[in-house]
């Protein structure tokens, strides 16, 4: 029967024979040869099919009801690995598991096997892939679409104390995942020059003449929903060369270098940009962008063509999410596309644009706004600089009309930055080109709209909303915290949780339950000792599990202010040293994160972090009271071990400079209290928790920004504490670095002669703070009942909540169901049968 064919079927009975004809014709294996990764392959193949199925069914309906839909545009994807994901989502893990115990296998081991698609450097990377399982899960027509990285985010090794880069070579073994589809490969061009003509009709014309093309061949992901039938895709472009490259030099006899150009157009795709929250201006990265961006654009045109032969209906079917500006060049491609392929007039063209795209801002720190210098634009993409131009022209002209005689807001708004070498602004280009620009946090938005993109928001109001972050409880706790997950399943009666995060509320009344308590506590202890082991194997450090768990993972940056943990880390240390029987709280240290491979002080932090370990995990005086954990590499996999294991959340970033955060939900979700400052989402996560369930300290953003309008000066916060100074003066005598004098001074000198990140000003209120949070753990009962009430007041940072207000408010789009009982209607080739 079709219900229970061995491609589609659901019981334990059909995966087993499902995964052994995987594994027979697939993988080319039987028991006697197969390996633990032929094992995985059968079984991640046996979940594909369930998948594909379903999706079959869902393009078709979108199809069929011309479908609004959702093109989420995104430079990153860092959707983590994929099988226990795609299990649950399913329905199929039970059956899965019990089907490989049959078989005397061990499905932990078997996802163990997967390599982990590290498409992304952080929260950006992560929160588009939250999106998508988002989008699934609420049945929203929608593709995302980006680059099919070669090589990830790279693999991070500690060796001496300091970080080292290693390529992540993910598809090394090959992908189970993807299928591509080299029949909707699309030709994008590059360089060369434009040239004007006249049209048969008269009317004016550019045509881009280009230097080079190059291919994207499109590979499909599946995004399955939670429990329902709707499967999506992630649509990544990889770079090809043509399949006639460069036939001249071919001809001429230089078969070698044909060949090296070859890999010169495929390097487009080949590495993700390892750098977060910077801009490097580099040629190579404007090339990525564009690629993905044009072929995107490309192919969702000729989905929109299949149904309408006209361009009018285009904003009406089409919602375009431009995740931060590396995909804004979509303004001035859309633009081109419309104009010079389509035959549109400008104004059509810019209208049905502007319906289109709207703009999510990531970021207030102006090292990571892009922007593109015109020498460079100009020699990649000729033509889009002059619609830039042009889009410019007009804008300015829209501004002097508002505005007359304001030439310093024309300076200050226009698209082009004038000075030693012109620059594109993309952040205004994105705000131009959009109907709605959004930041991803309430205190974000704010801040984009006072400072950030003051002059556009005065001009255009309605343009600007809040859209708070999200995390989908999918990944971020049935998967990741599977006790937990079951607590909580059983107190409720039901799962709808899953889908419906609000209803964590009703844990509320579970709080003063002792039993319920001592759940609580027994399912945060087994994953700390989990954690703890994990510590043991990778680390060879041995951590007291009944210490508090004081976790900082997340990109390492100076905002960020993993520093200001070690100022912390090393005053508990010296009040120690002082007093070796001081009555001191246990903790664990916790940090991860990968720095920049070019961003020195960032390493020198991950240094530090490593050499402070080094001195306080074997001083007899701290006698195991203080242990301090560097964990390499983090990534999706890690995070989802990590999290559930906290205590508490080191959120503690310099006001105003973090845009949200989502590592700060993940772990409320799972039941850390915060020690954080009033920055991103942290304001609504304590909102949301109680303020009394939260550690709140430091300057806020608008203390931060008078502060430093008066005046800052750091050094006389080192003068005036005294245990401060004693602390930064043990890094000036290179106490945890004998072997290496000199290491941290430009740590010092940073923070004493600059200190950007205020880490001076926010230090005694820091320490304080950590102070009341070491006192309050020691009330078991009382910290259990904060930790409840944090989890169960998260249902606002699913990023189902997120993504049903971007429908609402941005996209305008509906939820599609997916039916699979309904008989298929005969396809050609069924019929043919
Ligand atoms: C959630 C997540 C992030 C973002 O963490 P922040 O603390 O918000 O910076 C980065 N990397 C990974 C792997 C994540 O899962």
């Known amino acids: 029967m079709y219900c229970d064919s061995d491609r589609t079927g659901m019981t334990v009975g059909t995966l087993k024979r499902a995964f052994l004809d995987n594994l027979h014709y697939i993988q080319g294996k039987d028991a006697y040869f197969a390996t633990a990764y032929d094992y995985y392959m059968a079984l991640a193949y046996t979940v594909r099919d369930r998948l594909v199925h379903r999706r079959i069914k869902t393009a078709q309906a979108y199809y069929e009801k011309d479908a609004k839909m959702v093109y989420y545009l995104s430079a990153e994807f860092l959707i983590g690995r994929l099988l226990l994901n795609n299990l649950i989502n399913v329905g199929l893990y039970e059956q899965a598991k019990q089907a490989m115990a049959d078989f005397g296998l061990d499905l932990t081991e078997l996802m163990d096997r997967e390599a982990e698609p590290g498409l992304g450097n952080g929260g950006l990377g992560r929160l588009a892939a939250c999106f998508l399982d988002s989008l699934a899960t609420l049945e929203i027509p929608a593709i995302g679409y980006g680059i099919r990285y070669e090589f990830g985010i790279f693999e991070q090794q500690i060796s001496g104390g300091w970080q080292q880069e290693v390529p992540d070579n993910w598809l090394r073994f090959g992908n189970p995942w993807e299928i591509a589809r080299p029949d909707y490969n699309v030709e994008v061009k590059f360089g060369g020059h434009t040239e004007a003509f006249t049209d048969a009709q008269g009317r004016y014309r550019v045509r881009w003449i280009a230097e080079t093309t190059v291919f994207g061949t499109p590979y499909d992901t599946p995004v399955a929903g939670y429990k329902n039938n709707t499967v999506n895709t992630l649509r990544l472009w990889s770079a090809r060369a043509g399949e006639d490259f460069n036939l001249q030099v071919f001809n001429a006899g230089d078969y070698t270098q044909a060949v090296a150009n070859k890999t010169f157009s495929e390097n487009i795709s080949k590495v993700l940009y390892p750098a977060d929250q910077t801009l490097q201006g580099k040629e190579l990265r404007l090339r990525q962008q564009y690629f993905f961006v044009a072929c995107s654009l490309q192919d969702i045109i000729r989905l929109y063509l299949r149904n309408h032969s006209t361009f009018e209906a285009f904003p009406d079917k089409a919602a375009i999410q431009l995740n931060d500006t590396h995909p804004s060049i979509g303004v001035a491609e859309l633009m081109r596309l419309l104009i010079d392929e389509h035959q549109l007039n400008w104004d059509v063209a810019w209208d049905i644009t502007q319906r289109t795209f709207a703009y999510t801002n990531h970021t207030l720190l102006s090292e990571a706004l892009e922007r593109w210098s015109v020498d460079l634009f100009g020699r990649l993409l000729p033509r889009h600089l002059e619609i830039i131009y042009e889009i410019n022209y007009r804008f300015l002209n829209e501004i002097r009309l508002r505005y007359p005689g304001n030439t310093a807001r024309l300076a200050r708004m226009s698209l082009v930055e004038e000075g030693n070498g012109k620059q594109i602004r993309m952040a205004h280009l994105a705000c131009v080109g959009s109907h709605t620009v959004n930041g991803v946090a309430e205190l974000h938005t704010d801040l984009i709209k006072q400072e950030l993109l003051r002059d556009f928001y005065e001009m255009y109001p309605e343009k600007f909303q809040n859209k708070t972050n999200g995390i989908t409880p999918r990944r971020w706790l049935l998967l990741s915290n599977p006790q937990l997950a079951t607590l909580i399943t059983e107190t409720l009666g039901s799962e709808h949780w899953v889908t419906h995060l609000d209803e964590l509320q009703q844990l509320e009344t579970q709080i003063e339950n002792p039993t ?196 800052y000066n750091p050094y006389d916060y080192y003068l005036s504490n005294p245990m401060l100074k004693k602390v930064i003066d043990s890094l000036i005598s290179d106490y945890f670095n004998p072997r290496e004098p000199g290491i941290f001074q430009p740590i010092v000198n940073s923070l004493l002669y600059h200190d950007e990140y205020m880490l001076l000003a926010d230090y005694q209120s820091y320490v304080d703070c950590q102070a009341k949070a070491a006192a309050a753990f020691r009330d078991k009962t009382h910290w259990t009942k904060m930790s409840i009430l944090n989890v169960a007041r998260m249902g606002k940072f699913s990023s189902d909540r997120t993504i049903w207000e971007y429908c609402q408010d941005i996209w305008r789009v509906e939820p599609l169901s997916i039916t699979l009982d309904v008989p298929q209607a005969p396809s050609p080739l069924t019929a043919r049968v």
């Open 516 to 711: 319920f308590q001592a759940r609580w506590q027994a399912i945060k202890q087994s994953n700390k000792e989990r954690l703890a082991e994990y510590i043991w194997r990778n680390n060879q450090i041995e951590v007291d599990p009944y210490s508090l768990f004081d976790v900082q993972i997340k990109r390492i940056h100076e905002y960020k202010r993993q520093h200001l943990c070690v100022l912390h880390i090393i005053t508990l240390y010296e009040q120690i040293k002082a007093n070796p029987a001081i009555d001191i709280q246990p903790r664990t240290f916790i940090f991860g994160g990968k720095a920049a491979p070019g961003y020195f002080m960032a390493k020198t932090i991950i240094k530090l972090i490593n050499s402070v370990a080094e001195m306080v995990n074997h001083d007899p005086d701290v006698a195991g009271r203080i242990k301090v954990v560097f964990l390499n590499n983090y990534s999706v996999s890690l995070g989802e071990m990590a999290y559930p294991a906290a205590d508490l959340s080191e959120q503690v970033s310099t006001a105003g400079k973090e845009a949200s955060g989502t590592g700060n939900m993940k772990f409320a979700l799972n039941g850390a209290l915060t020690i954080g400052t009033l920055d991103g989402a942290n304001v609504e996560i304590r909102q949301e928790a109680g303020p009394e369930n939260f550690f709140l300290f430091g300057l806020t953003a608008q203390e931060v920004m008078s502060l430093k309008a008066e005046g």
